[in-house]
């Protein structure tokens, strides 16, 4: 069972702010890493797909990087709308999420 | 334009059972594998299954695998979760997703339903 663990769990966040948020696999995902944004009362939102490919409609202020076991996805100039929480997943033999990182506005 | 639409759920006692089903639309659906994701109240996104594009290839959770059964009707454009000897712990919302689609591989999920609640309760 592949565990990932995300950090932070939460963060008060002010808008303009650059945001990253770490995502860690207990074992080698390859680029086998996906992003998604939550908000209250939604269905969650694909962000990024394969650790850093972007995804038609979501805002060019999120990015994603990494390979193998170290991921972050990065908000450059959070806006107020971007308050959410946000979920790292990997699609392997056994899928599985991160625990969730919960954005909150100062 | 892609459409996954939940239903099925509800209120069922401890060792009950549920089918949830999934319908699609706006898209090739034997080309995607589907997931279940679920969530419980005020908690994260829980890996619960996914059906390949055929329906032959299953997966499951630990915490699901012997009491439900994924599987998909090609012709009606719907995926099922049949859910047994169901918990307290099960009580949930119920997502299905199509799964990104990439170079013959399949990924995470992408295109979400509004979801289903499953409440299990005495």
């Known amino acids: 069972e592949i565990v990932l663990t995300q950090s932070p769990d939460f963060q008060s966040v002010t808008p303009k702010e650059k945001v990253i948020i770490t995502c860690r696999a207990s074992q080698n995902l390859g680029n086998g890493l996906f992003w998604y944004q939550q908000k209250p009362d939604q269905s969650p939102r694909l962000l990024v797909k394969?650790?850093?490919q972007s995804i038609s409609g979501v805002p060019s202020r999120f990015s994603g990087s990494g390979s193998g076991t170290d991921f972050t996805l990065t908000i450059d100039s959070l806006e107020v709308e971007d308050a959410a929480a946000y979920y790292c997943h990997q699609s392997g033999d056994l899928p599985s999420f991160g625990q969730g990182t919960k954005l909150e506005l100062k | 334009e892609v459409r996954l639409v939940e239903s099925g759920g509800g209120l069922v006692q401890p060792g009950g059972s549920l089918r949830l089903a999934c319908a699609a639309s706006g898209f090739t659906f034997t080309d995607y594998w589907i997931h279940w994701v679920r969530q419980a109240p005020g908690e994260g996104l829980v890996w619960v299954s996914r059906v390949n594009n055929v329906g032959g290839g299953t997966n499951y959770a630990d915490s699901v695998k012997g009491r439900f059964t994924i599987s998909r009707d090609n012709a009606k454009k719907t995926v099922y979760l049949q859910m047994n000897s169901l918990r307290v712990e099960d009580t949930a919302v119920y997502y299905c997703?199509?799964?990104?689609?990439?170079?013959?591989?399949?990924?995470?999920?992408?295109?979400w339903g509004q979801g289903t609640l499953v409440t299990v309760s005495a």
């Open positions: 394969l650790a850093s």
């Open positions: 997703a199509r799964a990104v689609h990439y170079g013959g591989n399949s990924g995470g999920p992408e295109s």
